[in-house]
Structures are given as C-alpha cells and as structure tokens.
C-alpha cells in the first residue's frame, strides 16, 4: 500500500446516500465494508467526520441562532455520526475507537493525541468526533488538524466527483479534471478543495491531499494502491 497511515474525511452529506436528511444504513455499510478493506492490509486509519447531514452552525445562524450556538449542534451533530460509522465499522468486525473534540466522556473518549496515535498502531481505527472543537472552524480544518497531530501520510477527502476539475462538472460538461495540481495553482485558479483555513494549514505543513469519489466501489482501495484515482494536491 501507498501510504502506511491516513486520515479519511468524510462529510456528513456523504452519509445521506440519496436522502435529503439523515443517515443512509445502506451508504454506512458500504463505507464501513471499503474501509475493512484497507485495515486488511495493514494501512492505519484515522476518521474525521462532518455533520452537514444534521445541522450546519452556518445555516442556523442563517434563520437567526446565535452562531456559536449552531456550532455547537453542529459538532455535536458531527459526534452523532462518528457513533453510527463506528457502530457500522465494529458490525464488519473492524475494532474502532471515537475520540471527541468536545468532552461527552460518556459516549466517547475525549481527544488525547498519544492515545490515538497508540490506537492507530494497534490497528484500530480512530474516528475524530466534535471537528475542533471551536466555533467558526469547519470538520475539514479539524481533517487536516488531525491529520497533521497524528502524523498521517496524507487526507483523503472522499466526495460525490472523482477530483478537482477546472470548472464545476456537474454544470458544465466541458470540464477537465487534473490529476496533479499544486496548493499554490488551486489558489491561483480559484478552485474549491477544502475552505480556505483548512486548505493553508495543509499546504504550510506540507500534507498531501487527494480528494476522490467515496462512493464508487473499490476507489478508497484503489487510491492506496497507488492507482490514478482523483486528483492529489501537492507542493
Ligand atoms: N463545526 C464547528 N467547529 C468545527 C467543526 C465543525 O463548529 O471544528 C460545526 C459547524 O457548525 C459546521 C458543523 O459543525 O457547520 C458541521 O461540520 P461541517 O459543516 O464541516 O460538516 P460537513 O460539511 O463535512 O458535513
């Protein structure tokens, strides 16, 4: 395999399958069955997963709740989904742990980065429940945080297109897809990878990030194998 260990983000969307709210069990099953996968060959995993499907701080302060206040049901939102793929992993037989950035130690440890990195080396997998754990941040920059604590090779952001293109492909079906670019031609561009925080923290610390289609079978297994798939940001 490509890389020894990873951070996978997932986004709370991506668990609504083809629902307009909510946990798709069908969608979890399948992600949890593509992550067995890559443990089997020794690869270590670590999770960090959005809340979008449930509550976005964003949007509620969009109807008038106070911002922070949405935040925080969006992170809890967040830890609501790490329960249910780490129920979804531990039904395929995968041992998991989820660590949360906000203290709710009766569902889940809370974020002690030795722990973590001891869990990844048993093989288990690390879900990253509760995003930073501060207002204003988004579960991307609590990806590449992570990422970046643990020491992984690279994040892998699974999403609904298989890569960065130069024009959004799903309105204009001229697009081309790259399947290399650097950090500082994204930003030249204007091409949205990651929001911008998150997207800088990566780059000034070097972390490679491939985004690429979560939902086609096989493709996670397929991009630690080294296999053309997506697109990788480098330096
Ligand atoms: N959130 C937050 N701090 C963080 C991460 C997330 O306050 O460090 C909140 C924020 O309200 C956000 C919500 O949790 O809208 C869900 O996260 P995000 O929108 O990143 O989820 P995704 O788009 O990946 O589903």
Excluded: C, W
């Excluded at 443990?39 to 960090?48: D, F, L």
């Excluded at 329960?83 to 037989?93: F, P, V």
């Excluded at 609590?142 to 970046?148: D, F, P």
């Excluded at 204007?190 to 985004?211: C, H, R, W, Y």
């Amino acid at each position: 395999m490509k890389y020894k260990r990873i951070l996978l983000k997932l986004s709370g969307e991506a668990l609504m399958g083809d629902r307009q709210y909510g946990i798709d069990p069908d969608r979890l099953r399948e992600y949890a069955q593509e992550i067995k996968e890559i443990t089997k060959e020794g690869v270590e995993v670590a999770i960090v997963i959005g809340g979008g499907n449930i509550f976005r701080g964003v949007a509620g302060a969009s109807n008038g709740m106070d911002r922070v206040q949405g935040d925080h049901m969006g992170m809890l939102a967040t830890v609501i989904n790490g329960l249910a793929l780490q129920s979804a992993l531990e039904n395929e037989g995968v041992p998991t742990r989820l660590q949360s950035a906000i203290k709710i130690n009766e569902v889940a440890e809370p974020f002690i980065r030795r722990r973590a990195m001891r869990h990844l080396e048993k093989g288990r997998v690390v879900i990253f429940g509760g995003g930073t754990g501060n207002p204003y941040f988004t579960t991307d920059s609590a990806a590449v945080l992570r990422a970046i604590e643990v020491e992984a090779n690279v994040i892998l952001k699974g999403t609904r297109v298989d890569g960065i293109y130069n024009t959004d492909p799903e309105k204009d079906n001229t697009a081309v897809k790259f399947d290399n670019i650097s950090f500082d031609d994204v930003l030249r561009k204007g091409l949205k990878v990651m929001d911008t925080t998150a997207f800088t923290l990566s780059q000034e610390n070097e972390l490679p990030i491939i985004v690429f289609d979560m939902n086609k079978k096989g493709n996670l297994y397929k991009v630690l194998s080294g296999e053309n798939v997506g697109t990788q940001v480098n330096l």
